[in-house]
């Protein structure tokens, strides 16, 4: 069996242990007394190694296992968490990080391996001395003997109680045993309660070698179904099934057994009343009842994410069909056909709903790993800050969510260098020495609201100034900057005001990138500062880049789409409402005047030949609104947003296009661009 079928699963869930391991180191750097971080630790740093010893690559494996010893240390006392031995395991884990990307089963140790090792054995001292063997798939091929004899040894140790006994022998050629049997319980947890497994689900887990295991469970599954959910989880040679019934107990005599080798006690005492063939209660150490509760029910598969791309491109050809079904069923005289056109409407707006929310994600996906980004930041600076998150269950379509990563690390990192001040600065203007950072998110109807906030210096509006007076990017003779002129200026490719250039910052690209990818993904990006007090960035994201609501407009022969989430209302075109100031047209809307625009105009398309009827479109871009004037309002469509590339140096006016229901295509304006 080739064990590169198993290297993505291999590299998802040791990033997932990683996730785990920095958030404990972490929680360790700050403060943490309790053993979880250390233990967290060590079992990710255990799971890894297993894993990765299992299909063959031997650097990775030899590296956790030389961490693993010296965690092994901490954990038992005999070495101390000092602040050099936490940066040691900081590098370490990003060695490790590095090493599982890189992982194949030729490749020795990294020189960030290398050194990471130094560096620890350098802090903490000494090396482990336990012989570590890389097993690789071909050490597994174990005879048929020899899992014969081991499955007599388990038999021998087999648990005792009442329920449903499932032993299970692992294939001899199984990659990645230790995740095959924890998913095998797994399983059998979705059938019932599983009262005790021998070895341990968490020796189990880190075992590296094919298994044979037993669990005791309480179901009312057949014999069937309990195997069928078993090898679901793979690799799986045998398996046996024996029902045992509970051994009649006379009244009032006490007895507690426990499952050989499993650390699980069973009361088989009775009282009265109770059925002889009622199952013995559980109790714990102390010989006290507990309580049985149903056990979790997994729900969750892995899936390729192409294989969700092209269900919504499936999706969104079906939107297209189905708006073009509905045009041209109107008008004939078939209530029939009607109602099977209605019918297949609604079932496809539902399987669109289904799709678009099997697609959305937490947030804390990705955020999870900035914690370390500003620890990392902060500490090259030499700045405190308190940093947390809000908002992690937030959820984003993935194409979204794996785009927002770049400009929220710019966001992070401008707010650690520019925003917060060094401590002594801060004591000194009465603030608290640690710097604050949040890092937010919320749902703002069919939007999703990042934002960035800090309690530091603020944004210098006169340094701002002064910079872009030499660059020539104000006129002459400005003294005062207001929001939109300064993050125009602060936005812009090459502008900044570090006095040099540094690891984190001075080439001035941070806030240009973060502008650059909102705008990509049709989202909208905003600056608010108060001097002395901080600064607030906020990115304003689709919740799906897919498939959008829009309102469609006409401007000559051409067709235009106008996403739903930035328009706030239509009007006919009326000379009542259009007045001049400074020779510019403004709309007069109950007492608020707003800017008009002519998408004619935007869009260069010449005058019209006659005056036309125009209708006017009310679009909002967070509290900036503007009127925009369209020859005519056709409808409103579920649109599927299409990529296309832009012509080079042309305005950024669009955000993608679409096929309408009468397969005519429209360009979709970029509403952020006009405001």
Do not use: W
Request: include cysteine; glycine fraction near 8%; charged fraction near 25%.
């Amino acid at each position: 069996m080739d064990p590169s079928r198993y290297a993505d699963l291999f590299r998802t869930e040791s990033r997932d242990q990683l996730s785990a391991i920095n958030a404990a180191l972490l929680a360790l750097e700050q403060g943490e007394t309790s053993r979880e971080p250390v233990d967290a630790i060590f079992r990710g740093v255990h799971t890894i190694k297993g894993m990765s010893a299992t299909m063959g690559y031997a650097a990775v494996a030899e590296f956790s296992h030389e961490l693993e010893s010296l965690l092994d240390k901490v954990r038992s006392g005999d070495q101390g968490l000092t602040p050099d031995l936490m940066d040691a395991l900081f590098a370490a884990a990003d060695a490790l990080e590095a090493g599982v990307d890189a992982a194949s089963e030729s490749a020795a140790l990294t020189p960030a391996m290398r050194r990471a090792l130094e560096r620890l054995h350098d802090v903490a001292g000494g090396r482990s001395t336990a012989e570590f063997r890389v097993m690789r798939p071909s050490d597994a091929a174990t005879s048929a003997a020899e899992l014969a004899a081991a499955a007599a040894v388990a038999l021998q140790a087999a648990l005792e109680g009442p329920g449903t006994h499932v032993q299970v022998v692992q294939s001899a050629a199984a990659l990645l045993p230790g995740v095959r049997a924890f998913m095998a319980v797994q399983r059998l947890r979705e059938l019932g309660e599983v009262h005790a497994v021998s070895p341990t689900v968490e020796q189990l887990q880190a075992s590296t070698t094919p298994q044979i295991f037993r669990v005791r469970l309480e179901t009312s599954a057949g014999d069937a179904e309990i195997e069928r959910a078993v090898r679901s989880a793979g690799d799986v040679e045998s398996v046996s099934i024996e029902r045992r019934e509970p051994r009649p107990v006379p009244e009032g005599a006490a007895g507690v057994a426990g499952a050989a080798g499993t650390g699980v006690v069973e009361d088989r005492r009775t009282t009265a009343g109770r059925r002889a063939t009622d199952v013995p209660r559980a109790v714990d150490e102390f010989g006290q009842p507990v309580e049985r509760r149903e056990a979790p029910r997994a729900r969750h598969v892995r899936i390729e994410l192409s294989r969700l791309d092209a269900l919504l491109n499936l999706i969104g050809e079906l939107v297209i069909v189905r708006g073009r079904l509905q045009r041209e069923t109107r008008g004939v005289p078939l209530p029939a056909l009607h109602e099977a056109v209605a019918d297949a409407a609604r079932l496809i707006g539902d399987l669109q709903t289904e799709i678009m929310t099997s697609r959305l994600v937490p947030v804390g996906q990705v955020f999870d790993r900035f914690p370390r980004l500003v620890r990392d930041t902060a500490r090259a600076l030499g700045k405190d800050v308190l940093f947390s998150i809000e908002g992690k269950e937030i959820e984003l379509d993935r194409s979204v969510l794996d785009e927002i990563g770049e400009p929220v690390v710019h966001c992070l990192r401008n707010a650690v260098d520019h925003g917060l001040e060094l401590p002594e600065v801060r004591e000194a203007a009465g603030k608290p020495r640690a710097g604050r950072l949040i890092l937010a998110a919320q749902r703002d109807r069919a939007a999703v609201v990042i934002s960035v906030r800090d309690d530091g210096r603020g944004i210098d509006r006169d340094r701002v100034l002064k910079r872009a007076l030499a660059l020539g990017m104000v006129p002459p003779g400005t003294v005062v900057l207001d929001d939109d002129a300064m993050l125009r200026c602060i936005s812009h490719p090459g502008f900044s005001t570090a006095e040099s250039v540094t690891g984190v910052s001075g080439r001035g690209v941070g806030i240009d990138a973060v502008q650059a990818r909102t705008r990509a993904l049709g989202g909208t990006f905003e600056v608010s500062t108060v001097p002395g007090e901080g600064t607030t960035v906020t990115i304003r994201l689709p919740v799906t880049l897919a498939i959008v609501r829009a309102l469609l407009a006409r401007v000559g022969n051409e067709h235009y789409a106008l996403p739903l989430a930035h328009v706030r209302e239509t009007m006919a075109h009326g000379p009542a409402e259009i007045r001049q100031v400074q020779g510019r047209d403004v709309l007069v809307l109950r007492d608020e005047v707003l800017p008009m625009l002519r998408l004619r105009d935007v869009v260069q398309l010449p005058e019209a030949a006659a005056a036309l009827a125009e209708e006017i479109v009310v679009i909002e871009r967070g509290d900036r609104r503007a009127g925009l004037v369209v020859d005519e309002l056709t409808g409103q469509e579920d649109i599927v947003v299409k990529s296309f590339d832009a012509v080079r140096d042309g305005a950024t006016l669009f955000s993608g296009a679409t096929i309408l229901a009468d397969g005519a295509p429209a360009l979709i304006v970029d509403v952020g661009s006009l405001l």
